[in-house]
């Protein structure tokens, strides 16, 4: 590369969109920095110490469909620490624990009359085949679901995990998010008798950590614990980037920061990008993390419809992941306007420590060894019906501008693999 297309390159946000996106460009031979106002890599898929346990502060897991991060891993010669394992499913309803996820399990479920397990069986073989998401996106949730597998058990199996990830917009969202999410899981299968996610052996940090050891042999750099504080733009051009008070000058930028944090970084020339991004919806995370002594279940995953239980599921990542230790996280989806938002961390610590003999009844507190609580402010995009018109686009209207967060995913299921695939998306834009 000549110095006539090299490009000094600016990236706002060290998650996995933007490391893929300066790994990317790094290769093309661009000069390129990543400021990141977090002390550490990753985003949502950072690290923390959890007692002597280095492991993400909110659980990750892997689908077969992934390929964009399988061609990475290989690329990056870590695809021998892609692990797959055969999982399992709890569904709690009304006070007692079922086995879930196969059809065996469907069919001994009292919940449900056998008709209306029949036609939820049909519609997850049906969702598993759909390519092309554009009629859902005009559709409700609840009205595509419903008109499937009736009401009884759409009130059964999902209207109590829509209200307690979205509250006030539990009934506002697009059929085709919740349909890529149903295909996701189902087409990572083994069998319609198994099921089998993956994991990195060593967590998203082997992934994180590789990226940036490319990033930075390629001349790349990452600056943590820095925030941008404006994008100045002359004449639909960037025309400096300050940080700190200071004037930096760049060919182009690139932020992969949640859309909610750029109308106050933004000024001229992206009015209608500002309107777009103040109709998006995207709600925060407020997520327990327990060491036990003991295993809860034998599940992976436990979806939750109880009205004494106010979370949506519990994930007992150690029966996914071979890990010496029992761990397993609650997730709260709250909104900054949730009465509960405010609840401090060792409340909703207790909060779910108080459910736990309500899964398993041989639970104690003494199983405790350790219990933690993170925030992100904003992790769940509110994708209503005709979502796709209200996505900003990637390059925007500024020369060298380029914008996307997990809203661009779209209607695909947030995942390191959507990120990577965006971050690439993004430098081949440059």
Same mark, same amino acid.
């Given at each position: ?20 996106c ?14 990141e ?16 346990l ?19 891993l ?7 620490l ?11 309803y ?6 879930w ?14 008709f ?39 009130n ?17 969202l697009?059929a ?14 083994? !069998?319609?008798f ?11 940090d ?6 940036k050891?490319?990033?930075e ?8 614990n ?7 733009f002359?004449?639909?051009k ?47 995370i ?23 239980i ?7 990542? !150690?029966n996914?992941?071979?890990?010496k ?19 401090t ?5 207790n ?9 398993n009844?041989?639970?104690?507190k ?19 019906p ?19 967060d ?12 959507? !990120? ?11």
């Open positions: 590369m000549n110095n006539l297309t090299k490009k000094k390159v600016a990236i706002i946000g060290a998650g996995p969109m933007g490391l893929v300066a790994y990317e460009l790094c290769k093309k031979g661009h000069d390129v920095t990543i400021y106002k977090d002390d550490r890599i990753g985003g949502m898929s950072a690290s923390f110490d959890f007692d002597g280095k492991i993400e502060k909110y659980y990750h897991f892997i689908c077969r469909p992934d390929d964009v991060l399988f061609r990475l290989k690329e990056l010669d870590i695809f021998h892609l692990k797959w394992k055969e999982t399992k499913m709890g569904f709690f009304n006070g007692k624990l079922f086995r996820g196969d059809p065996f399990s469907l069919l001994r479920f009292p919940g449900l009359n056998f209306s397990k029949i036609r939820y069986g049909l519609h997850i073989l049906y969702t598993k085949g759909i390519k092309d998401w554009k009629r859902l996106d005009k559709l409700y949730s609840k009205e595509w679901l419903t008109k499937w597998i009736g009401e009884k058990a759409y059964v199996l999902w209207e109590n995990l829509f209200k307690l990830k979205f509250y006030e917009h539990k009934n506002d697009s085709a998010w919740i349909g890529t999410r149903i295909k996701r899981v189902a087409l990572s299968r083994k !069998s319609i198994k099921e089998q996610m993956g994991y990195l052996e060593g967590g998203s082997v992934f994180l950590d590789k990226l050891e490319k990033i042999n390629n001349g790349g750099r990452i600056i943590l820095t925030k941008v504080d404006k994008i100045i002359k004449d639909k960037i025309d400096h980037v300050s940080i700190n008070g200071e004037q930096l000058f760049f060919d182009q930028v690139f932020s992969t920061i949640p859309f909610q944090y750029l109308p106050e970084i933004i000024e001229r020339d992206l009015d209608e990008t500002k309107k777009m991004i103040r109709g998006i919806d995207n709600i925060g407020i997520c327990v993390i327990l060491k036990l002594k003991n295993p809860l279940t034998d599940n992976f995953w436990i979806n939750i419809n109880d009205p004494s106010e979370i949506p599921g519990l994930i007992e990542y !150690s996914l992941n071979n890990l230790e029992n761990i397993v996280y609650a997730p709260f989806y709250l909104s900054k306007l949730n009465p509960k938002y405010k609840k961390n060792d409340e909703l610590i909060e779910v420590i108080s459910y736990l003999p309500k899964i009844p041989n639970f104690d003494n199983w405790i060894i350790k219990a933690d609580c993170s925030r992100y402010e904003y992790a769940q995009t509110v994708c209503l005709n979502f796709y018109n209200k996505i900003p686009p990637i390059k925007t209207v500024v020369d060298g501008f380029f914008i996307a997990t809203s661009t995913y779209y209607p695909e299921d947030r995942s390191i693999s959507e !990120s990577a695939r965006i971050g690439q998306e993004m430098a081949k834009m440059a």
